[in-house]
């Protein structure tokens, strides 16, 4: 039995040892928003927060953080409150089919709380301040996920201005 504390809540996962947390987090807690692209670290669809940073969570066991606060999508925001990074993707319409999108606005917390700690936790979307982040660099620092419908310019956009 592994212990998991998703979105604040703790769970008893009764998995295999070697079940990778995506596969956790999907099939046994059914939090589903986390998606699996290409289950070998490539794509970024199943981005979750492992105590405030990034990962891809289909490279690392569940078995692994039992100790570790994870925040994934649904943690984020709900339909009634989303979170600004939610509002920010909706807005500046930065999808197109919708299946990155999940792991794009996950992994975007986390890089702008690898600015502001506020960013990182689920709470918060602190706004306060402005980071002065160019599109390449918000490009460069989003690179670990991929849309293969090419919303780019839209995502950037978001991210930049959720960022203001
Ligand atoms: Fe994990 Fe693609 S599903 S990086």
């Given at each position: 039995m592994t212990t998991l504390t998703v979105n604040g809540k703790r769970h008893e996962v009764d998995a295999?040892?070697?079940?990778s947390l995506l596969d956790a987090l999907?099939?046994?807690?059914?939090?589903?928003?986390?998606k699996k692209g290409?289950?070998?670290?490539?794509?970024?669809?199943?981005t979750v927060l492992v105590n405030g940073r990034r990962i891809?969570?289909?490279?690392?066991?569940?078995?692994?953080?039992?100790n570790d606060e994870i925040t994934t999508i649904e943690g984020?925001?709900?339909?009634e409150n989303l979170h600004p990074m939610q509002e920010s993707f909706l807005h500046e319409d930065?999808?197109?089919?919708?299946?990155c999108t999940p792991g794009q606005i996950v992994s975007a917390v986390g890089m702008l709380g690898e600015f502001?700690?506020?960013?990182?936790?689920h709470a918060s979307g602190d706004l306060e301040g402005k980071l002065d982040l160019s599109d390449a660099e918000i490009s460069e620092r989003m690179s670990g996920n991929i849309c293969r419908c090419s919303a780019y310019p839209n995502i950037v956009n978001a991210i930049r201005k959720a960022s203001e």
């Amino acid at each position: 039995m592994t212990t998991l504390t998703v979105n604040g809540k703790r769970h008893e996962v009764d998995a295999d040892i070697r079940t990778s947390l995506l596969d956790a987090l999907r099939e046994h807690l059914a939090l589903t928003g986390t998606k699996k692209g290409c289950d070998h670290g490539q794509c970024g669809a199943c981005t979750v927060l492992v105590n405030g940073r990034r990962i891809n969570s289909c490279l690392t066991l569940a078995v692994m953080h039992e100790n570790d606060e994870i925040t994934t999508i649904e943690g984020l925001g709900q339909p009634e409150n989303l979170h600004p990074m939610q509002e920010s993707f909706l807005h500046e319409d930065g999808y197109q089919c919708g299946y990155c999108t999940p792991g794009q606005i996950v992994s975007a917390v986390g890089m702008l709380g690898e600015f502001k700690d506020g960013w990182a936790s689920h709470a918060s979307g602190d706004l306060e301040g402005k980071l002065d982040l160019s599109d390449a660099e918000i490009s460069e620092r989003m690179s670990g996920n991929i849309c293969r419908c090419s919303a780019y310019p839209n995502i950037v956009n978001a991210i930049r201005k959720a960022s203001e």
